[in-house]
T-cell receptor, first 112, second 112 residues
Framework: DAKTTQPPSMDCAEGRAANLPCNHS???????VYWYRQIHSQGPQYIIH???NNETNEMASLIITEDRKSSTLILPHATLRDTAVYYC?????????????FGSGTQLTVLP | KAGVTQTPRYLIKTRGQQVTLSCSPI?????VSWYQQTPGQGLQFLFE???????NKGNFPGRFSGRQFSNSRSEMNVSTLELGDSALYLC???????????FGPGTRLLVL
């Protein structure tokens, strides 16, 4: 079962920051937080991942709370092309927990 | 680098037939994972191959099988197709040590 909880849907105005929350209160010390998104039945696209420190790349920023029980994905300037389902996933990098376990995700709609 | 490629992109079969789907990973990636996505069950892990060996397996019946070749290309086979096998089948590859999975565009299978 997925170990994360995300709101089913969110709206964001184009050009504004989109902040997508994720709860993972049972995360283990060796588990990473990964974010993917899927645009209308295309293959999921990797966005970012982190263990305990905040991370930033060209697509987004990932903020992980100090107790690691929740995180927020930030798209700094959302565009219409960012409309997608966003998945927050926790996974270990070894053993049977290596695979990605997808939950229901958050449907982000960017409004013009 | 070219991304993950999957062939065919679309497929229509009838109940009882079998089907083989192909996945070519990103160059240098040695791990290939397969996922099934349906509207009812979401994205579910099928199996993972690394260096021609199945390393991890999801909770699917034995009708679903796979293999990996020495060049890391992978195939999955579904025998005795059922209507419920209609789905988007996704392949993802990852590099040793980095473990981030990158997805292909998927093969959409329709079973009539």
């Amino acid at each position: 079962d997925a170990k994360t909880t995300q709101p089913p849907s969110m709206d964001c105005a184009e050009g504004r920051a989109a902040n997508l929350p994720c709860n993972h209160s049972t995360i283990s010390g060796n588990e990473y937080v990964y974010w993917y998104r899927q645009i209308h039945s295309q293959g999921p696209q990797y966005i970012i991942h982190g263990l305990k420190n905040n991370e930033t790349n060209e697509m987004a920023s990932l903020i992980i709370t100090e107790d690691r029980k929740s995180s927020t994905l930030i798209l700094p300037h959302a565009t219409l092309r960012d409309t997608a389902v966003y998945y927050c996933i926790v996974r270990a990098l070894s053993g049977s927990a290596r695979q990605l376990t997808f939950g229901s995700g958050t449907q982000l709609t960017v409004l013009p | 680098k070219a991304g993950v490629t999957q062939t065919p992109r679309y497929l229509i079969k009838t109940r009882g037939q079998q089907v083989t789907l192909s996945c070519s990973p990103i160059s240098g990636h040695r791990s290939v994972s397969w996922y099934q996505q349906t509207p009812g069950q979401g994205l579910q892990f099928l199996f993972e191959y690394f260096s021609e060996t199945q390393r991890n397996k999801g909770n699917f019946p034995g009708r679903f099988s796979g293999r990996q070749f020495s060049n890391s290309r992978s195939e999955m086979n579904v025998s005795t197709l059922e209507l419920g096998d209609s789905a988007l089948y996704l392949c993802a590859s990852s590099a040793p040590g980095l473990e981030t999975q990158y997805f292909g565009p998927g093969t959409r299978l329709l079973v009539l």
